[in-house]
């Protein structure tokens, strides 16, 4: 009642869609997570509203039967607009999440509305397991690849008899990569920018690795943003060689 609904019902289909402050914010966590959270807000909401509602309507009722439908003992509880919100907001809450409750309706009115909360409840309950699922499955996904693609080459190495400190090579390689970069492919990240924006993403990543670089020092600026588009990142292990003599760059 006093919030607007359509504009929290969006943020839990779309949290992103606020003001640029928070996209920025937004932007360093999972987004699955800060749906979860959202979704969680709504839930809340929705509790709110139908205990307003609820209030409204316990204010038309007899306070007998108000108090012997919420089992209130202490008359106080009824003599005020927080008491009897508190218990409404209650009341609403475990309707809607499943918990017990010494709630008796005396009316078949306040049956109907407590089954439909209740359903209501019920498939909030159901959405909300969904979303957790669907949340622990895509964190799971990206590990369940890489896992894939690092089997697949140590079953190839094992196929060909490659030798075994090789293969620990290779093994210290993956480590290190999903140490590091969690298994990802920054350049197949990047292609999937267009143009305009994986220059200043990339640009972002190098400056401060070219800033350090002695020789780039007085650079042209044109110069060092073609430099910069050149350049790539890659994961080496202690030990390994980046580069032998007599090798193109």
């Not at 959405?127 to 990206?142: C, D, G, P, R, T």
Request: proline share 4%; charged share 15%; aromatic share 14%.
């Amino acid at each position: 009642p006093w919030v607007r609904l359509n504009r929290i019902g969006r943020l839990a289909l779309a949290p992103s869609d606020l003001s640029p402050q928070f996209k920025v914010f937004a932007s360093y966590i999972n987004q699955h997570f800060l749906q979860a959270f959202f979704s969680v807000c709504v839930i809340v909401l929705v509790s709110h509203v139908l205990a307003c509602f609820n209030v409204m309507y316990l204010w038309s009722q007899d306070e007998e039967v108000v108090s012997l439908w919420f089992e209130i003992e202490d008359p106080l509880w009824l003599e005020s607009w927080g008491g009897v919100y508190l218990q409404s907001l209650l009341w609403a809450w475990c309707h809607l999440m499943g918990g017990n409750g010494t709630w008796s309706p005396q009316t078949p009115a306040q049956a109907a509305w407590s089954i439909t909360v209740q359903v209501i409840g019920n498939l909030i309950y159901l959405y909300v397991i969904a979303l957790f699922i669907s949340i622990f499955q895509n964190s799971a996904q990206h590990a369940q690849d890489f896992n894939g693609r690092r089997d697949m080459i140590t079953t190839f190495l094992r196929a060909r008899d490659v030798p075994k400190h090789l293969t620990l090579r290779v093994a210290n390689y993956f480590d290190a990569l999903w140490n590091r970069k969690r298994g990802m492919d920054e350049q197949e990240v990047l292609e999937a920018l267009p143009s305009f924006l994986r220059h200043d993403v990339m640009w972002q990543l190098n400056k401060s690795f070219i800033s350090k670089v002695p020789m780039f020092h007085g650079a042209d600026a044109n110069e060092l943003l073609l430099l910069n588009q050149a350049l790539s990142h890659q994961v080496v292990t202690p030990g390994e060689f980046i580069i032998r003599g007599g090798e193109q760059a």
